[in-house]
């Protein structure tokens, strides 16, 4: 199976860097992408540029061969739609499974996407969730598709929706940048090379 983990990860974290790692293990894939986010539909285009992001990510994921990072959204121009994102992986891989992972927060608006019907045709999703998470009422369009055995999401290439606890760290990349802006430390928060990269490159002050 394959995962995709997208975010615009202005700057790339533990938070990000942590989940990402620990659903590749319980999930068991093949393969787990970060999909660095070019443009995003639902907010603000990010002040630090894609290639810099991008960079940061390649010096966070170094030498973890489990983390591997995907820039087909870097390379697209206009708005960053995961439904196009998830059609064209869709393209690559056949009918390998395919998970897109997602936070909680993110599922509670997912009916607010691009299309966002037809993210289920490409992928399964996989709802990231911290304890005491109550989701909001499924669409009709998802209860069919709700599932409560994570081995299930084998068995067909997509379609399917399931719940999964992780532990995730309080970890906000909008309080790293405030940090940054107050030449505050952010050590232990982000790895030390992007700390460095970020500080030569004078981001976010």
């Not at 409560?148 to 719940?163: A, E, N, Q, T, V």
């Not at 970890?171 to 030449?183: G, H, K, L, P, V």
Request: net charge neutral; glycine share 4%; charged share 20%.
């Amino acid at each position: 199976m394959i995962g995709i983990y997208g975010g615009t990860f202005n700057p790339i974290h533990y938070g990000h860097l942590r989940t990402a790692l620990e659903v590749s293990e319980i999930f068991a894939l093949d393969e787990m992408r970060l999909l660095p986010c070019a443009q995003p539909a639902h907010r603000a285009e990010p002040e630090v540029s894609a290639a810099m992001r991008l960079q940061m990510l390649q010096l966070a994921v170094k030498g973890t061969a489990a983390l591997q990072i995907d820039t087909r959204e870097l390379q697209r121009a206009g708005p960053s739609y995961m439904v196009d994102t998830l059609a064209s992986i869709r393209a690559d891989i056949a009918r390998l499974p395919l998970i897109l992972f997602i936070g909680s927060d993110a599922f509670n608006g997912l009916t607010s996407w691009h299309r966002w019907q037809k993210l289920s045709d490409y992928a399964h999703i996989v709802v990231m969730t911290r304890p005491g998470f109550t989701p909001d009422p499924l669409p009709d369009f998802y209860t069919d598709k709700r599932v409560d055995d994570r081995h299930s999401l084998k068995s067909c290439p997509s379609g399917k929706i399931y719940f999964q606890q992780v532990t995730q760290l309080d970890i906000s990349a909008t309080a790293i940048r405030q940090m940054f802006a107050e030449n505050k430390s952010a050590r232990f928060l982000l790895p030390e090379s992007v700390i460095e990269y970020i500080q030569a490159k004078r981001l976010y002050t």
